[in-house]
């Protein structure tokens, strides 16, 4: 029985806390909440005990924020500004769909005053309709307006945002698709890139094409857009220069070191005698064995084979409009080909795990010079690339 009593009480709160929260929804102005908590509470039992408060709520709640938004309506439609009337037609589509959102609840009773809930029903089809073309016409107007005079960039990119809003509205309005694909070439920022070569060196072709490809750099934007092979007929806003200033690739050389090593290796075994010279055997009466050691020698020969390549070249930014130089980035890079091996003459046991495992190892042919510049300028892209992420152009 307390256990009975004491989930009626607990039921009873959580409903009475309900009906406060709504309230206090409502009584704060905030009447699509009070809706909100209203609708969701006659959803799950619309026969619950307290279901009056909660249409009584949703009634109230439901005539304030109608009143609320005509009334917003109506001094917007005075101040009779175009800026207005994607608001208007914000608010319209608003009162729509509030009374599509409560009327699968129709019809709502008042039991305790033995009457039906009364709320207005309106068809704003022609409203929405007629708010829709005066805004569609208005975002239109402004985007013909704006792509027909020289403006920065970025307002042929609001633009663009404003033509898609303009689609998305209403498909197909006019010639629209024509006009955001003037917005986006006209808000494109080009940007041509080239490499130059102030060395006597050949860059590597596989090299220079890497470099050119910044597809790769993952830099592109829908508003920005890079060409490694600049065409004549496009105008260009940016210019990106690699320029090669040193290319310089070293001799080939190999280093040679020469190491003796002596060890003490196990070489068989021998008796174990006692002072007197006489065998010694264990408590079983066998004869006791010992290692028996040797010292082993060994000429171990490292060879290391070395060949480095350093390049250095420069990041130039330019304004082509301006013909100035926004920046100008230092970069270097160096590549070296070292590997070690070794060879011996001797006993190998006197030798330590390292001479080992070089003595596995093979000598390798040498980079060509052309592979070494590769190699060198190869991490030049992602230092280019760093410098591009950090630079706002």
Request: one cysteine or more.
């Amino acid at each position: 029985m307390k256990k009975i009593t004491f989930i009626l009480v607990i039921v009873l709160l959580t409903a009475c806390s309900g009906v406060k929260q709504t309230e206090q929804a409502l009584y704060s102005g905030n009447y699509d909440t009070a809706i909100t908590k209203a609708v969701n509470k006659l959803q799950n039992n619309i026969n619950r005990k307290n279901s009056d408060e909660y249409v009584v709520l949703l009634e109230d709640a439901y005539a304030k924020a109608n009143e609320k938004d005509l009334e917003k309506i109506a001094s917007l439609q005075q101040a009779d500004n175009a800026a207005y009337l994607e608001e208007i037609y914000t608010l319209y589509i608003a009162l729509a769909n509030r009374q599509n959102y409560i009327k699968p609840l129709f019809p709502l009773s008042v039991a305790s005053e033995s009457r039906i809930a009364t709320f207005h029903i309106s068809d704003y089809t022609t409203d929405i309709a007629t708010a829709k073309t005066a805004l569609s016409e208005y975002l239109y107007q402004t985007a013909v307006a704006t792509l027909a005079q020289e403006q920065p960039k970025y307002v042929y990119r609001n633009v663009y945002e404003d033509l898609q809003y303009l689609n998305s509205l209403n498909p197909s309005y006019k010639d629209t698709e024509t006009l955001l694909q003037e917005a986006l070439d006209k808000g494109t920022e080009h940007i041509a890139v080239t490499i130059a070569n102030a060395t006597n060196v050949m860059i590597p072709y596989q090299l220079e094409q890497e470099l050119l490809d910044f597809n790769s750099y993952g830099l592109s934007s829908n508003w920005t857009v890079f060409d490694s092979h600049p065409q004549n007929d496009i105008t260009y806003d940016y210019q990106i220069t690699m320029n090669f200033e040193t290319i310089e690739v070293g001799p080939e050389y190999v280093k040679e070191k020469e190491y003796i090593t002596e060890k003490q290796v196990v070489d068989g075994k021998t008796y174990v005698y006692d002072e007197d010279g006489n065998k010694v055997k264990d408590s079983e009466g066998n004869y006791i064995m010992t290692d028996r050691y040797k010292t082993v020698v060994c000429t171990f020969y490292q060879f290391t084979q070395n060949k480095t390549a350093k390049v250095t070249a420069s990041v130039a930014l330019y304004d082509v409009k301006a013909n100035e130089v926004l920046d100008s980035y230092p970069l270097s890079s160096q590549f070296v080909f070292k590997n070690s091996y070794g060879t011996h003459k001797g006993d190998r046991r006197a030798l330590g795990t390292s001479q080992l495992d070089l003595l596995e190892v093979a000598a390798l042919d040498f980079p060509t010079d052309e592979q070494m510049v590769y190699d060198a300028a190869e991490n030049l892209k992602d230092k280019m690339k760093r410098i591009l992420k950090e630079y706002t152009l």
